[in-house]
């Protein structure tokens, strides 16, 4: 019990954190890295933490992926393709942590680490791959240049017009 409160705490503190820098929509290398940082290096505790983020990320993937597919099972299989099962948690994270050794990487999203780490093991053609990497950098180049230049509100607002108007 008294290792599920720190645990608690320490993660009410880390999204806390996350909330108040500005912009910030996505976890990326930096954060993930702060993990150990947060528990003061404990490798059960970052463990743990790291396990707990990539359920909420595989959950929130899955709960998207039924409502597509629920719309439109081609369109879901293809936007969700991608396998991100391939290894163990302990594995993904292991290959995760290396992913992010590379400063060239802190900025790219978790979300598409995970994804990326995965067709590394699979032994994706590694041009594949690294297109991947560079399209998910100019995304989010092209994100967070959106949010500085117009603010995370309006650009919230415009896609929530979208989405109430093509339904």
Do not use: C
């Not at 990320?57 to 629920?70: C, E, F, N, P, Q």
């Not at 950098?137 to 108007?165: A, C, F, P, V, Y």
Request: no cysteine; net charge neutral.
């Amino acid at each position: 019990m008294k290792r599920f409160m720190i645990l608690l705490m320490l993660m009410t503190g880390l999204s806390s954190q996350i909330l108040e820098k500005q912009n910030k929509l996505l976890w990326d290398g930096t954060d993930w890295d702060n993990i150990q940082k947060q528990v003061n290096r404990d490798p059960e505790m970052t463990f743990r933490i790291k396990s707990s983020y990539l359920s909420g990320v595989l959950d929130g993937r899955l709960y998207y992926y039924l409502k597509a597919w629920g719309e439109a099972q081609a369109f879901a299989d293809s936007l969700y393709g991608d396998r991100v099962d391939y290894m163990t948690r302990r594995e993904t994270i292991r290959q995760l942590d290396r992913f992010y050794e590379d400063p060239l990487m802190d900025y790219v999203p978790v979300v598409s680490a995970v994804i990326i780490v995965h067709m590394q093991a699979e032994q994706v053609p590694k041009r594949v791959v690294d297109r991947y990497v560079e399209e998910t950098k100019r995304w989010i180049n092209q994100l967070t240049l959106d949010m500085e230049s117009r603010g995370m509100h309006e650009l919230l607002k415009e896609k929530q017009e979208k989405h109430i108007k093509r339904n």
